[in-house]
């Protein structure tokens, strides 16, 4: 109990719960019909869907915790981490899993399309929300899937190549959804984001860390990078890292006009050396600090 599941291959995870294996590089499961299951927390080294209207209480998604009180989807790349702990109790789950190797989609669109598909960066306000079409759409996605394993017909790989494929487009379009709702809250995420700067410079944590990074408030807010920056470009018309430049700049400006040197301020946001905030000061501005320095001098 509480060892973690390392699934190398598409059938490791069937395997382990007792459900049939159909193809080497392929695996469907319908939990309703493989009854009551241990729970696993899985390190996924293939691709995997799950689309459940219940997921167990207290489940591992990325970082965090993800608490389902809805129909939801939820997408592992290779190296990501989902799941609960096996506590040694056990569950019924409904709905469905599909898990699928990486050399199975090498060189198809799905493999091409990778980088657009942002819901594979996971973290726990980002599992798709399905509503009952929804949910009908994918449950027949996986059992056309199903059914061209168990029959094993000619062309069934790429058949379900293109099922896959057409999988992850219904994804995109839910997470597009999903993001245009949570954008609608522009107000909200700008002012969380302000937040979590401040906060950082009040806690002292660029003495440690250096100045903040992306990384850094996109966890803070429960995000991932590539989401969180898809809402702040979405929200603000710039990237998180402009934005965060932009915080740090007129930072600056405050604890130069109150007499602090360069250095001083440099040291005192974060940066390792003065010049990486006189060449980000100049390339934000136009002017370097001291120049800024001599401008309130003459005003």
Request: hydrophobic content about 35%; glycine content about 8%; charged content about 25%.
């Given at each position: 109990?509480?060892?973690?599941?390392?699934?190398?291959?598409?059938?490791d995870?069937?395997?382990?719960?007792?459900?049939?294996?159909?193809?080497?590089?392929?695996?469907?499961?319908?939990?309703?019909?493989?009854?009551?299951i241990?729970?696993?927390l899985?390190?996924f080294?293939?691709y995997?869907?799950?689309?459940?209207?219940?997921?167990?209480?207290?489940?591992?998604?990325?970082a965090?915790?993800?608490a389902?009180?809805?129909?939801?989807?939820?997408?592992?790349?290779?190296?990501?981490?989902?799941?609960?702990?096996?506590?040694?109790?056990?569950?019924?789950?409904h709905?469905?899993?599909?898990?699928?190797?990486?050399?199975?989609?090498?060189?198809?669109?799905?493999?091409?399309?990778?980088?657009?598909?942002?819901?594979?960066?996971?973290?726990?306000?980002?599992?798709?929300?399905?509503?009952e079409?929804?949910l009908?759409?994918?449950?027949?996605?996986?059992t056309?899937?199903?059914?061209?394993?168990?029959e094993?017909?000619?062309?069934?790989?790429?058949i379900?190549?293109?099922?896959?494929?057409?999988?992850?487009?219904?994804?995109?379009?839910?997470?597009?959804?999903?993001?245009?709702?949570?954008?609608?809250?522009?107000d909200?995420?700008?002012?969380?984001?302000?937040?979590?700067?401040?906060?950082?410079?009040?806690?002292?944590?660029?003495?440690?860390?250096?100045?903040?990074t992306?990384?850094?408030?996109?966890?803070?807010?429960?995000?991932?990078?590539?989401?969180?920056?898809?809402?702040?470009?979405?929200?603000?018309?710039?990237?998180?890292i402009?934005?965060?430049?932009?915080?740090?700049?007129?930072?600056?400006?405050?604890?130069?006009?109150?007499?602090?040197?360069?250095?001083?301020?440099?040291?005192?946001?974060?940066?390792?050396?003065?010049?990486?905030?006189?060449?980000?000061?100049?390339?934000?501005?136009?002017?370097?600090?001291?120049?800024?320095?001599?401008?309130?001098?003459?005003?």
């Amino acid at each position: 109990m509480n060892e973690m599941l390392i699934i190398n291959t598409a059938n490791d995870y069937a395997s382990d719960i007792g459900a049939p294996a159909y193809h080497q590089h392929v695996s469907v499961v319908h939990f309703d019909e493989v009854g009551k299951i241990r729970h696993s927390l899985n390190r996924f080294n293939v691709y995997a869907f799950f689309v459940q209207r219940n997921f167990p209480s207290d489940l591992a998604y990325g970082a965090g915790r993800y608490a389902a009180d809805e129909d939801a989807l939820l997408a592992y790349a290779p190296g990501q981490v989902g799941g609960k702990a096996d506590d040694g109790s056990v569950e019924q789950y409904h709905g469905w899993a599909l898990l699928f190797d990486p050399e199975f989609v090498y060189g198809t669109e799905f493999e091409r399309n990778i980088d657009h598909y942002h819901f594979f960066s996971y973290n726990t306000n980002e599992a798709l929300r399905l509503t009952e079409e929804e949910l009908a759409t994918i449950g027949h996605i996986m059992t056309s899937i199903r059914q061209e394993l168990k029959e094993g017909k000619p062309h069934a790989d790429r058949i379900i190549q293109d099922y896959i494929l057409l999988l992850s487009d219904f994804c995109n379009r839910f997470y597009d959804r999903q993001f245009q709702r949570d954008t609608a809250s522009r107000d909200n995420i700008l002012a969380r984001f302000q937040e979590v700067l401040h906060q950082y410079y009040r806690q002292g944590k660029q003495h440690a860390k250096g100045v903040p990074t992306v990384k850094y408030c996109a966890e803070e807010l429960c995000m991932s990078a590539s989401y969180f920056g898809d809402v702040v470009r979405k929200t603000l018309g710039e990237s998180p890292i402009h934005y965060i430049r932009g915080f740090i700049i007129e930072r600056a400006k405050m604890l130069i006009a109150s007499g602090k040197t360069v250095a001083e301020t440099a040291y005192g946001l974060g940066f390792e050396y003065p010049q990486h905030l006189t060449r980000i000061f100049k390339k934000e501005t136009g002017i370097t600090p001291s120049g800024y320095l001599a401008s309130l001098k003459t005003d």
